[in-house]
């Protein structure tokens, strides 16, 4: 756990009765409302919260307190978070902001912080009403699934560059990730097209797609436009399963 800062550690060592007193005046308003609340100093370090939050968390007080508040918030969401944190602190309005926390177990936790700056004597004080979500909001989903799918797209084009891709194979799931991501993105995909993507040899590819199509996680269309060319699609079966196994990679 990090150490406190000199103000976070006067606070908590006196217990502020103003600091305490403001989030224990958010906490009885928001306890009909689902919302927990959490405080900071202006170092972004947290000085309290309440029992709402350190059990959604999944934390202990004594784990938290103290803490840096953007080490429990998902990676991927820490530079938008300190960019309206810092905007606030210098002056700027109270904004609310989607976002996630990592619980103690490493799982998620989406909410919306409806986030304002208040004074304690000489020293400012962020507070944070947390709105529990349950789970990302509409559209959110599709843009982490899109980039886990991209990500992981490279890092397997990536292994080509050290080792002959002939060694490994895999290029049936290399046509699936890249027709998730065509599709996420609003892109059309020809037979050839997705073929070519997988970096295998063409007809390596096209017996993989075959097969894709065999098991019902991929479907043949012609193209409406031009009906010498075929287009390629996932299912709904196979989307789904995509979608599951990219939910379950984020997890990890």
């Not at 959490?38 to 803490?67: K, N, P, S, W």
Request: proline share 4%.
């Amino acid at each position: 756990m990090l150490a406190l800062t000199s103000r976070g550690a006067a606070i908590a060592a006196r217990g502020d009765n103003r600091v305490t007193g403001n989030i224990n005046r958010v906490g009885d308003r928001a306890g009909t409302r689902g919302l927990s609340s959490c405080v900071v100093d202006q170092d972004l370090m947290i000085v309290d919260a309440d029992d709402d939050f350190v059990a959604a968390l999944r934390h202990t007080r004594e784990a938290l307190i103290g803490r840096d508040l953007l080490a429990i918030i998902h990676p991927d969401d820490r530079a938008m978070n300190r960019e309206r944190l810092d905007a606030l602190v210098a002056g700027g309005p109270p904004f609310s902001i989607t976002k996630r926390y990592v619980c103690a177990d490493g799982r998620p936790l989406w909410v919306t912080n409806h986030v304002t700056l208040f004074q304690v004597g000489a020293m400012r004080h962020v507070m944070a009403t947390v709105e529990l979500l349950d789970g990302p909001p509409p559209g959110e989903e599709d843009r982490i699934l899109h980039r886990t799918a991209e990500c992981i797209l490279q890092k397997r084009r990536l292994r080509n560059q050290y080792f002959d891709s002939e060694l490994f194979g895999e290029a049936g799931f290399d046509v699936m990730l890249d027709l998730f991501v065509q599709d996420l993105a609003g892109r059309s995909t020809y037979t050839t097209s997705a073929a070519i993507a997988s970096r295998a040899p063409l007809t390596t590819a096209l017996r993989q797609i075959a097969m894709l199509v065999e098991r019902g996680l991929v479907a043949r269309e012609p193209d409406p436009v031009d009906r010498r060319r075929v287009l390629l699609r996932m299912t709904d079966d196979g989307a789904e399963r995509m979608r599951e196994y990219l939910r379950a990679t984020i997890q990890i």
